[in-house]
């Protein structure tokens, strides 16, 4: 157990439609990671934030938006879904004091989009 | 433009032998390399890392090697163990101002009894 909480597990929808997908670190870690994996490929980074505010953006599309609260959950919101986004994202904290090499990563949400 | 690489998707080997897992990047700019090995309906797990200033790190049963000219890294697991058997992803970090990570694609290990 990495101590990444990730909710929900699994999530099925219809192309359109918006989901959230959130993500609780370990206790302390101020970072939090986004990744997007999709069928048969590497873990693709979505974006960073560090202590409540943005610190990396990656390949994530518009229709895509995250942020990190002050209890320092996060949620990842995605919007206008289509086929393809149909993926696994993972979630990952790391750190303190700033953020450290190593990265712990949730279980992950499995979105299928039909 | 894939920065980091797993050429092989797969790899089988004999329980007790080495298993040899290997990574090529580009960018000359990482200054930290993890792998990670991923079962099934679970996250990634972290085993084992190694700072571009080093050539060697090893923990246990795994070692990393960094070739900084050919730009080439590569995991040794010995002894294997079916326990092992996963998909094994190697990740870089740019270091700087963000911790973000750049993975291959992973490669399947099967370790066989």
Redesign the interface.
Same mark, same amino acid.
């Given at each position: 157990d990495s101590g990444v909480t990730q909710t929900p597990k699994h999530l099925i929808t219809a192309t359109g439609q918006r989901v959230t997908l959130r993500c609780s670190p370990r206790s302390g870690d101020l970072s939090v990671y986004w990744y997007q994996q999709s069928l048969d490929q590497g873990l693709q980074f979505l974006i960073q934030y560090y202590n409540g505010e943005e610190r990396a953006k990656g390949n994530i599309l518009e229709r895509f938006s995250a942020q990190q609260f002050p209890d320092l959950h996060s949620e990842l919101n995605l919007s206008s879904l289509e086929l393809g986004d149909s993926a696994l994202y993972f979630c990952a904290s790391s750190g303190p004091p700033v953020w450290g090499i190593e990265q712990f990563f949730g279980p992950g949400t499995r979105l299928t989009v039909l | 433009d894939q920065q980091?690489k797993?050429n092989s998707p797969s790899l089988s080997v004999q329980e007790g032998r080495i298993s040899i897992l290997n990574c090529d990047y580009t960018n000359s700019m990482f200054d !930290?390399f993890?792998w !990670?090995k991923k079962y099934p /309906?679970? &996250?990634? #797990?972290?085993l084992i890392?190694i700072s571009s200033i080093k050539d060697k790190n090893e923990d246990g049963r795994f070692t990393v090697f960094l070739n900084k000219s050919a730009k080439h890294l590569s995991l040794h697991i010995v002894p294997s163990q079916p326990g092992d058997s996963a998909v094994y +992803?190697c /990740?870089a970090?740019e270091g700087g101002? #963000? &911790?973000?990570?750049? +993975? &291959?694609?992973?490669t399947t290990l099967q370790v066989k009894p």
């Open positions: - | 980091v797993q !930290y993890l !990670y /309906a679970e &996250g990634p #797990t972290f890392s +992803f /990740a970090s101002n #963000t &911790g973000k990570l750049i +993975f &291959g694609q992973g």
